[in-house]
């Protein structure tokens, strides 16, 4: 499987600099069609094909001569959803994906060319993508808000193309070909949070929590049965703490388990109780103050995978291990 961190910008081939011209002074319209997909079986059909998406990009890069930075919001947006479109069209995707893909990115490009006020912030689950990782999408919904969103937009922006990307990758092939694109988008979102504590660093506006995720396996609950790469939020988070400067002034956690039934009866709501006393157990070893540590668990309540249709139960298993989670949230101040 490709790399989605390389862009269409990095990948596209060298088409000569006359055609840049004519890109610079491309119409204010959506006209960006690729070819049937029964048709994309020649050289000459591609070649056209990847002339669309060279025509797409150059509008990208005269918006940003113009003016517009790299940054900005729509302009990420507009970018991340055409690499995630050529990138799918260069894996041979023959679903409606990479025309709606090219398509939201060219809705973008005409609203910034025509000075359109306000840019629309929505993200259409295009070719039907399966909504996936609710809590991601939240952390981005809150991001939106804060005080130092125009210094995370970009990261934010490409986090809620790639969660489209991924929720069309389970429906084509389920959870093994969405899972990159589930961690891409996981660490855009871990990573606009960080930018946007950084840009309020100046203001008096409290930053806002460092949320991590530890995750467990099915129907176990000690410090053994953690995930181990999981346990890097935790580090990345303490880490910020400190390169931020910030005070800790509590930290809360909140434990989950996945829809599927362990050990007896409301066996879930007991499960993530203890999860969250293993985690618990597990800051106050790395030095927090227990007194700074409180608790709660939601059983199977919340959960933020769904997994539906997922089969066989190896796969269902590691689909819903999201789900079987304690939310660590780290409440700092300057």
């Not at 990307?165 to 990573?191: C, T």
């Amino acid at each position: 499987m490709k790399n989605t961190a390389m862009t269409f910008h990095a990948a596209r081939p060298l088409l000569g600099a006359a055609l840049f011209t004519v890109l610079a002074g491309a119409a204010s319209a959506q006209t960006a069609q690729l070819l049937p997909q029964q048709q994309r079986i020649s050289d000459e059909a591609i070649h056209a094909d990847h002339a669309t998406y060279e025509a797409t990009q150059g509008r990208i890069q005269a918006l940003n001569d113009s003016g517009r930075p790299i940054r900005d919001y729509h302009l990420s947006k507009a970018q991340c959803w055409l690499d995630v479109s050529f990138h799918e069209y260069s894996r041979n995707d023959r679903s409606d994906f990479p025309q709606a893909a090219l398509g939201e990115s060219e809705r973008l490009i005409v609203g910034m060319e025509q000075g359109a006020s306000p840019l629309p912030t929505d993200t259409p689950l295009v070719n039907n993508a399966k909504y996936l990782r609710v809590d991601l999408w939240q952390r981005l919904r809150v991001l939106h808000g804060s005080p130092g969103f125009a210094c995370a937009a970009q990261q934010v922006a490409c986090g809620e193309v790639e969660l489209v990307h991924a929720g069309n990758e389970f429906n084509q092939q389920q959870w093994r070909h969405s899972k990159p694109y589930i961690q891409i988008a996981e660490e855009l979102v871990n990573d606009a949070e960080a930018q946007a504590r950084q840009c309020a660093v100046a203001s008096t506006v409290a930053p806002g929590p460092l949320v991590a995720n530890v995750l467990f396996e099915f129907d176990r609950d000690g410090y053994r049965d953690i995930r181990t790469y999981s346990l890097e939020s935790i580090d990345r988070a303490l880490a910020s703490i400190g390169s931020e400067s910030l005070q800790l002034q509590s930290v809360v956690l909140v434990g989950h388990a996945d829809r599927l039934q362990g050990r007896g009866f409301d066996a879930n709501q007991a499960l993530s109780e203890r999860r969250a006393k293993t985690v618990r157990e597990l800051l106050i070893g790395r030095g927090l103050d227990p007194a700074k540590i409180r608790y709660e668990y939601r059983g199977d309540t919340q959960q933020v995978q769904q997994c539906d249709g997922v089969k066989p139960r190896a796969a269902l298993l590691e689909c819903l291990l999201p789900n079987r989670r304690v939310e660590v949230r780290f409440e700092v101040a300057r």
